[in-house]
């Protein structure tokens, strides 16, 4: 089946403007997971989606950055009045959100990020 | 505080030789470890996990190994293959923290021809 995707694939924006960046996770998988990659870093989890309870937000460094998942299915990571600071690879993961065996959900599936860069 | 840390940037092995991969973290809440492998341009991909009641986990060419009192983990690929040369991220994760991961910087694997 399909896989996560991910669009656009490359976002460059002017400092200040704001940008939509869209996850399709793969069908059936109740957890849904943002990570950025700035260069040379690891990756730094944002937020993460389970089903219908609550986001964990714990990740997203200040309040310009806001997420939403709708139907349980597609995300959609809006960052407010960008700064240089966050040009990244946004990575989106999904997973199936059993809690053991295989396919469990500590393993996530990536989808091919999305190259944001804030000129 | 980076929770998960792979010291070595880069590695660079012969094809057929032994590629040793290695993690450190400080978290003792961790219970869960899975290494992934990245191309460029492409998100990253699982390659294999262990849970923090093994010490060890075999997939083909990949074995995990875990060291729970050092709070380390190794890779091991052999043989080591060309197309195995990616960026290799080291993650743990928590069932208390939602099983979000937390990832290392990466290492650099190339391997020779």
């Known amino acids: 089946g399909a896989g996560v995707s991910q669009s656009p694939s490359n976002k460059v924006t002017e400092k200040g403007k704001d940008v939509e960046l869209r996850c399709d996770p793969i069908s059936g998988h109740t957890a849904l997971y943002w990570y950025r990659q700035s260069l040379g870093q690891g990756l730094e989890f944002l937020i993460y989606?389970?089903?219908?309870?609550?986001?964990?937000k714990s990740g997203l460094p200040s309040d310009r950055f806001s997420a939403e998942r709708t139907g349980g299915s597609v995300s959609t990571l809006t960052i407010q009045r960008t700064q240089q600071e966050d040009s990244a690879v946004y990575l989106c993961?999904?997973?199936?959100?059993?809690?053991?065996?295989?396919?469990?959900?500590?393993?996530?599936?990536f989808g091919p990020g999305t190259r944001l860069t804030v000129t | 505080d980076q929770q998960v840390k792979q010291n070595s940037p880069s590695l660079s092995v012969q094809e057929g030789r032994i590629s040793i991969l290695n993690c450190d973290y400080t978290?003792?809440?961790?219970?869960?470890f899975l290494w992934y492998k990245k191309y460029p341009a492409e998100g990253p991909t699982f390659l294999i996990s262990?849970?923090?009641?093994?010490d060890k986990n075999e997939d083909g060419r990949f074995t995990v190994f875990l060291n729970k009192s050092a709070k380390h983990l190794s890779l091991h690929i052999v043989p080591s293959q060309p197309g195995d040369s990616a960026v290799y991220f080291c993650a743990a994760s928590a069932r208390e923290y939602g099983n979000k991961l937390v990832f290392g910087a990466g290492t650099i694997l190339r391997v020779k021809s």
């Open positions: 993961a999904s997973s199936s959100g059993r809690t053991s065996g295989r396919g469990s959900s500590y393993e996530q599936y």
């Open positions: 978290n003792s809440m961790f219970d869960y």
């Open positions: 989606f389970q089903g219908n309870s609550a986001p964990d």
């Open positions: 262990i849970s923090s009641i093994k």
